[in-house]
């Protein structure tokens, strides 16, 4: 528990800051790739730890698993201390006087951030949204354990293969956002983007949870699932910078990713974890699969959000750029 913790706190040191830099680095035009480019990262992490974990575990067991796939990010610390540079607050708006202005309260940005509907409708479509994105992180392996009666070596290997595709899915909803909004000079594209990818996912939610053998049209189904299931990344991430004011950019990103964990991680294998307990009785082995595809309708509601959130957004992003 207390390793997982403090694993934890060093991660929340990580996105906040960099969201805040790739910002300073990029243009609001480009700014959803630039950081769907960083979100890659998530997908392909995932590849990495699933293929690995996966020999690993049947290798040398569980405990050195976790300590050969931690040991790496020591050295991608001491990379990023070396090697990337610290740009001038609001170097890529044109305002890097803005960057010496003062610091404003905690609580001052989070109420700034709150009184945008467009923000919390964001949020909110994000983290339903992420309550089947943790369902999966949570449960695919056993899944595939269960329901296909894989390896965990097996296991980690379709896992790494559809997060590794996933990641085209990352740069996909970054890049369309900014494309599309561009040329039609209409910002809202940054939520339809990945409303419309959060609808697209629950007819294949269904198919790729309960289709009885493990033949071309799973893979299939699970690759086009994690790609549109990685592409509200960018879009969310550059509308929540969007809405913040130079010295917010950091705050923003951590309020975002605070209400995202919170509904998302807290609630979605949680409830996952239930109903397939309850269908235990009834689908056997099979139960946990019932729950997944079950879980995927949340993301109709989670698309809902982020149509209501385009509804506001030109006026938020408005009153943004009065501040």
């Not at 309260?105 to 909110?124: E, I, T």
């Not at 609630?267 to 082995?285: H, M, N």
Request: proline residues 6%; hydrophobic residues 50%.
């Amino acid at each position: 528990l207390f390793g997982r913790a403090f694993t934890a706190i060093g991660e929340a040191g990580g996105t906040p800051p960099s969201h805040a830099l790739i910002s300073d680095y990029f243009a609001p035009s480009k700014r959803a790739t630039a950081l769907a480019a960083y979100a890659m990262a998530v997908p392909v992490g995932m590849a990495v730890g699933n293929y690995g974990a996966g020999w690993f575990k049947e290798w040398y067991g569980w405990r050195a698993t976790f300590i050969l796939l931690g040991l790496p990010g020591l050295l991608v610390a001491l990379l990023i201390w070396l090697t990337v540079k610290e740009p001038p607050r609001g170097y890529s708006d044109g305002r890097i006087a803005a960057g010496r202005a003062p610091l404003p309260p905690f609580f001052a940005v989070c109420r700034s951030l709150l009184s945008r509907k467009s923000f919390v409708h964001m949020s909110v479509g994000a983290a339903l949204h992420a309550v089947v994105w943790y369902s999966g992180t949570t449960f695919n392996a056993a899944f595939f354990q269960r329901s296909h009666d894989l390896s965990p070596g097996e296991t980690g290997s379709y896992i790494a293969v559809f997060s590794l595709i996933g990641a085209l899915g990352s740069f996909a909803g970054g890049y369309l956002a900014d494309r599309i909004s561009t040329r039609t000079n209409d910002p809202r594209w940054y939520m339809w983007v990945p409303a419309t990818a959060c609808f697209l996912m629950v007819p294949l939610q269904f198919f790729a949870y309960l289709s009885p053998d493990l033949a071309i049209g799973v893979p299939v189904a699970f690759s086009v699932m994690f790609v549109l299931a990685s592409m509200f990344f960018g879009p969310s991430f550059a509308v929540a910078q969007s809405l913040a004011t130079t010295r917010m950019r950091s705050v923003s990103a951590s309020v975002l990713l605070f209400i995202q964990t919170m509904i998302g991680l807290t609630l979605g294998p949680a409830i996952v974890g239930l109903i397939s307990d309850e269908l235990q009785a009834t689908r056997g082995e099979h139960s946990l699969a019932h729950a997944m595809a079950l879980i995927g309708v949340v993301n109709v509601w989670a698309a809902v959000h982020y149509f209501f959130a385009a509804r506001s957004y030109r006026a938020d992003l408005a009153a943004t750029a009065g501040l």
